[in-house]
């Protein structure tokens, strides 16, 4: 165990659904993060959370709407996604936000239909 | 452009050899280099990392070499057990005021028995 719980681990919605995906840190970290990771692609930096400050917006679609309402939780509230939104959602956190070293979720794995 | 790319998407490789993974970047003002490994069904989870100013750094089983010349990154893992079998991503961070971690695509080894 890395310390960072998703919930849930497969998601599958349509496109008109809302949905959110949960992470949570037993870490007593201060910075958490959203990644989407597509196959065959990078892992791609969604949203960055700093002392529960959002400090980084990667030109993310306004359909993803980030929430974290203490330094241990972090949201990603979803709302009528795209067919090419689905990938697997890995939440991270760090001691700080210059803290390279992250520790990941298992994440969850979102099918739109 | 600015990138970070493995130059073998997958490798197989005989249970107790050696492997090596390499990387290539791009950014010259990248200073410090890690190195994630991801199971199936798992996030990414830290293996090894290595600043600008060294040229090796040797974890358990685990070695990193840093050429900063031709801007290659390596990871060789010795004696490798069916626990070894995952994709493998590098990631570079620079401190130009621009701080953002860059995964690469990632490379699958595959532990014969």
């Known amino acids: 165990e890395t310390g960072v719980t998703q919930t849930p681990r497969h998601l599958v919605m349509g496109m008109t659904n809302k949905k959110s995906l949960k992470c949570e840190q037993h870490l007593g970290h201060n910075a958490m993060y959203w990644y989407k990771q597509s196959a065959k692609k990078p892992l791609e930096l969604m949203f960055v959370y700093s002392l529960e400050e959002r400090v980084e917006n990667n030109s993310v679609p306004s359909r993803f709407s980030p929430e974290c309402p203490n330094s241990s939780h972090l949201f990603l509230h979803l709302h009528t996604l795209q067919p090419e939104d689905s990938a697997l959602y890995l939440c991270?956190?760090?001691?700080?936000?210059?803290?390279?070293?992250?520790?990941f979720g298992s994440g969850t794995q979102l099918s739109v239909l | 452009g600015e990138s970070v790319g493995l130059h073998l998407p997958t490798l197989s490789v005989q249970e107790g050899d050696n492997s090596i993974i390499n990387c290539a970047y791009s950014?010259?003002?990248?200073?410090?280099f890690i190195w994630y490994k991801q199971e199936s069904g798992k996030g990414p989870q830290f293996i090894i990392d290595i600043r600008s100013n060294m040229d090796k750094r040797q974890g358990q089983r685990v070695t990193v070499l840093l050429n900063k010349t031709v801007k290659h990154l390596s990871l060789q893992i010795a004696a490798t057990q069916p626990g070894d079998s995952a994709v493998y991503f590098c990631?570079?961070?620079?401190?130009?005021?621009?701080?953002?971690?860059?995964f690469g695509t990632g490379t699958r080894l595959t532990i014969i028995p």
């Open positions: 950014n010259s003002a990248s200073d410090y």
């Open positions: 990631a570079e961070n620079r401190r130009d005021g621009n701080e953002k971690l860059t």
């Open positions: 991270a956190s760090s001691l700080v936000k210059r803290d390279e070293k992250l520790f």
